[in-house]
């Protein structure tokens, strides 16, 4: 794939110029996955170590997309030895800075939220009283993870704007009955997209990696197409908010217009038989005829 012309750096692809950083707790909460997972798999040579600073390793968006690329893998019934394999013969067979940046731009997490930590008494703060009773719900729909006393949220905007929308009066159930039918909705946008572009720049064999040649053009035309895709979901969420928002409005005030329409001419249907009525009580009476004369 010849490499295009690389636009100038806009604000539509900040997640590309900033690599977030994790612990390892941090990461295993982002990969979906446990420390001890993080632990087995560097030891199997199937993880990058992370970068030391002092005593504390950090690790970055690309060990995020390597951990969901194992994940996939092992839940199509692969094993870990077969994923090993696998790897060594990726990293082997090119330049393994060209297939991380492949895997990074492709698997990478999209949202650079940072997992938040809370207690059950701020959930109760957040939520208000019902908050226990929504906690299974909530992280049936991953917005929590219980971790021992305490709960984590990944993406802790998502809670807030949660606790938000209930402060307003929303029942939490409600809403997250919403947020669970919602779901399959976004799942088949997302899917659409990403057909869309893999029916453009994956011109290659299903059973090999691009050349090496082309990798680099590969990686910047992912990553300048990922905050397109957010540009488009957006923009058309905001579009069927507002039209369903003003049919609301419109079928609301069309149906206090018809009741009002609806008054008045019931109004001036009385009106005018109380007209009719006092007009008849006014007007002269008939002469009576006058009985004939007998002869």
């Known amino acids: 794939m010849p490499k295009s012309?690389?636009?100038?750096?806009?604000?539509?692809a900040p997640e590309r110029a900033t690599d977030s950083e994790y612990t390892v707790d941090e990461l295993a909460r982002v990969a979906n996955t446990t420390v001890r997972n993080v632990r087995a798999y560097q030891d199997r040579d199937l993880l990058m170590p992370p970068d030391k600073r002092g005593r504390v390793g950090i690790y970055n968006d690309s060990h995020v997309a390597r951990l969901?690329?194992?994940?996939?893998?092992?839940?199509?019934?692969?094993t870990l030895s077969n994923i090993q394999d696998l790897i060594k013969a990726i990293d082997d067979g090119g330049d393994l800075r060209s297939i991380?940046?492949?895997?990074?731009?492709?698997?990478?997490?999209?949202?650079h939220a940072r997992p938040k930590t809370y207690s059950l008494p701020e959930l109760i703060k957040l939520f208000g009283p019902?908050?226990?009773?929504?906690?299974?719900?909530?992280?049936?729909?991953?917005?929590?993870?219980?971790?021992?006393?305490?709960?984590?949220a990944?993406?802790?905007?998502?809670?807030?704007?949660?606790?938000?929308?209930?402060?307003?009066?929303?029942?939490?159930?409600?809403?997250?009955?919403?947020?669970?039918?919602?779901?399959?909705?976004?799942?088949?946008?997302?899917?659409?997209?990403?057909?869309?572009?893999?029916?453009?720049?994956?011109?290659?064999?299903?059973?090999?990696?691009?050349?090496?040649t082309d990798m680099p053009a590969l990686v910047d035309a992912i990553w300048r197409l990922r905050p397109l895709s957010t540009v488009f979901v957006e923009n058309e969420?905001?579009?069927?908010?507002?039209?369903?928002?003003?049919?609301?409005?419109?079928?609301?005030?069309?149906?206090?217009?018809?009741?009002?329409?609806?008054?008045?001419?019931?109004?001036e249907?009385?009106?005018?038989?109380?007209?009719?009525?006092?007009?008849?009580?006014?007007?002269?009476?008939?002469?009576?005829?006058?009985?004939?004369?007998?002869?």
């Open 5 to 12: 012309s690389t636009p100038p750096e806009t604000e539509l």
């Open 237 to 267: 969420i905001l579009r069927a908010l507002e039209e369903q928002s003003s049919d609301y409005l419109g079928g609301r005030v069309a149906t206090i217009l018809d009741q009002k329409l609806g008054r008045r001419g019931t109004t």
């Open 130 to 152: 019902q908050a226990p009773s929504s906690l299974t719900r909530l992280a049936e729909l991953g917005l929590l993870e219980r971790k021992g006393l305490s709960f984590v």
């Open 269 to 295: 249907v009385e009106t005018a038989a109380a007209d009719a009525s006092e007009s008849a009580e006014k007007s002269p009476r008939a002469a009576k005829k006058p009985a004939s004369k007998k002869r």
């Open 100 to 111: 991380l940046g492949l895997e990074n731009a492709i698997g990478g997490p999209w949202s």
């Open 154 to 212: 990944r993406n802790p905007a998502m809670l807030d704007a949660a606790a938000a929308t209930v402060r307003e009066g929303i029942p939490a159930r409600e809403l997250l009955d919403v947020l669970e039918e919602a779901r399959p909705h976004f799942d088949a946008i997302a899917r659409v997209l990403v057909e869309m572009v893999v029916r453009h720049l994956d011109r290659y064999d299903a059973g090999a990696l691009p050349p090496a």
């Open 68 to 78: 969901k690329l194992i994940n996939h893998l092992l839940s199509r019934g692969y």
